[in-house]
């Protein structure tokens, strides 16, 4: 590779608070600013930015939707084409994967965010033409960024794609966490969700299970979203909102997982679960029910958590932790520290970028 530094462009439909969000503009200040020039693209609103930006330029489109965006985005990339665009979110990824036909010297890579043919299950309406692109937009990405392996082999098995352009690059642990917890001291079992309220997330079943535990417990929910009246109807109907708190949004998240006790992940599908490795590395262990979407690439069989099948299995780990809670922050947070540190995730975005730009000298 020569002495020219790379000039990548990271997309994204905005900065307000979200996983994808802030692991790419995490991903985008982070990279080696001797060997890349990054902008951040945005096509959504700077006053809706959660995530303050520094060390690079970031541009707003200003547009309420990623639709009305189309023009100024693809009018961004035939003036500036360059070498690298990556977005994430996959309405976007659809859009600049097309973006990118105009501009012969751009390569485009796409991050996916979610396990595709399940999501499908989960989705409120059909859109027939956008079906069409989207599912069309792979064969336009030069690489394909997925976040766990389930995620990869997913893509593979419903999608005619060359197996090189797909690449495993699983979230970072972002700066903000930091485990800085003690051994449990207290009896009382402090439980926490970090997530949208959407059907895929699963509070309901996680209300379910703790309907039917005996002990004392508090449970902490940060995150709003359309289920947000059905879940707290339900939490009505079982008689727990005196044991509940409700968190619409919060930049204190690393503090509410120290203060818990236990993750409680419902989630039917996930992409990489950046609030499950978020609250690991605070020291604060997980218990999952079984799905898609890298929860047996995270959780250590009680080093940091529990995957189970069931309710029953998961009521049965809660009696669990009650009578003698196993586990130790230092440990927990290792468990992922070791594998998902900034260091680490952020080399390997690296690696795709150089390669995607001169793949013989890095081959």
């Known amino acids: 590779m020569n002495d020219t530094k790379i000039n990548i462009t990271f997309a994204l439909p905005s900065l307000a608070a979200g996983g994808a969000e802030r692991v ?24 809706n930015a959660a995530y303050d930006i ?71 309406k059909k859109n027939t033409i956008g079906s069409y692109f989207s599912d069309r937009r792979f064969n336009y990405s030069d690489k394909i960024i997925c976040q766990s392996n389930d995620m990869k082999e997913d893509i593979q098995k419903y999608n005619d794609i060359d197996e090189q352009k797909l690449v495993v690059i699983n979230n970072p642990i972002t700066d903000a966490f930091q485990c800085e917890k003690t051994e449990k001291t207290n009896k009382k079992l402090h439980f926490i969700t970090v997530a949208r309220l959407k059907e895929q997330k699963g509070h309901k079943r996680v209300i379910d299970a703790l309907s039917k535990i005996e002990f004392p417990f508090h449970y902490t929910i940060v995150g709003d979203g359309p289920e947000h009246d059905n879940v707290f109807a339900q939490l009505e109907k079982y008689n727990l909102m005196s044991q509940v708190t409700h968190i619409e949004n919060t930049n204190e998240v690393p503090k509410y997982l120290t203060e818990s006790d236990v993750y ?67 440990d927990v947070s290792h468990s992922v520290t070791k594998k998902y540190s900034k260091a680490i995730i952020v080399k390997r975005y690296e690696a795709v970028f150089l390669d995607v730009v001169n793949p013989k000298s890095n081959a």
């Open 54 to 124: 520094k060390g690079i330029p970031v541009i707003y489109l200003n547009k309420d939707r990623v639709l009305k965006a189309i023009p100024a985005l693809f009018k961004y990339v035939i003036k500036n084409k360059p070498d690298i665009v990556i977005s994430a979110i996959g309405h976007l990824n659809t859009v600049m994967a097309y973006a990118t036909i105009f501009s012969k010297r751009t390569k485009f890579i796409s991050r996916e965010v979610n396990i595709l043919s399940a999501l499908k299950d989960f989705a409120l």
């Open 264 to 330: 409680l992940q419902g989630s039917f599908i996930e992409g990489f679960p950046n609030a499950v490795i978020e609250s690991s590395a605070m020291g604060t262990p997980i218990l999952a029910f079984n799905a898609p979407g890298g929860i047996n690439e995270i959780i250590e069989s009680n080093i940091n958590g529990h995957i189970v099948e069931d309710e029953s299995e998961f009521i049965q780990k809660l009696n669990e932790y009650h009578n003698d809670y196993p586990f130790k922050p230092k």
């Open 24 to 47: 790419m503009s995490f991903v985008a200040q982070n990279l080696d600013q001797s060997k890349f020039n990054v902008t951040l693209l945005i096509t959504e609103f700077e006053k």
